[in-house]
Nanobody, 123 residues
Framework: QVQLVESGGGLVQAGGSLRLSCTAS????????MGWFRQAPGKEREFVAA????????YYADSVKGRFTISRDNAKNTVYLHMNSLKPEDTAVYYC????????????????WGQGTQVTVSS
């Protein structure tokens, strides 16, 4: 079992920045691809970004490309989501997830999930 704990969410004004963190409770963190998803009220969970186990390959949803950056520090068992130029439509609960196979851009491809952290962007 892998436990994932997100942090860093909060309330920010439009145009501002936040950095989300997700720390994993496993010594094999470096073997997992990591992803970030989000879910707004009344909407389905959607893909935001993903990062290969090596950190070499990154993938982003079109809606966040150029504004968000996913990164990882394998020594700290942590994946980050740097969010810049935030918009009100970025408001959602953000979840991190770990995948043991490939670098999925769909939720079904992930094996473990965190509990989520709320991000609210005011206009």
């Amino acid at each position: 079992q892998v436990q994932l704990v997100e942090s860093g969410g909060g309330l920010v004004q439009a145009g501002g920045s936040l950095r989300l963190s997700c720390t994993a409770s496993t010594s094999t963190f470096r073997s997992y691809a990591m992803g970030w998803f989000r879910q707004a009220p009344g909407k389905e969970r959607e893909f935001v970004a993903a990062l290969s186990s090596s950190g070499r390959y990154t993938y982003y949803a079109d809606s966040v490309k150029g504004r968000f950056t996913i990164s990882r520090d394998n020594a700290k068992n942590t994946v980050y989501l740097h969010m810049n130029s935030l918009k009100p439509e970025d408001t959602a609960v953000y979840y991190c997830a770990a995948a043991s196979d490939g670098v999925p851009e769909v939720a079904d491809g992930y094996d473990y999930w965190g509990q989520g952290t709320q991000v609210t962007v005011s206009s």
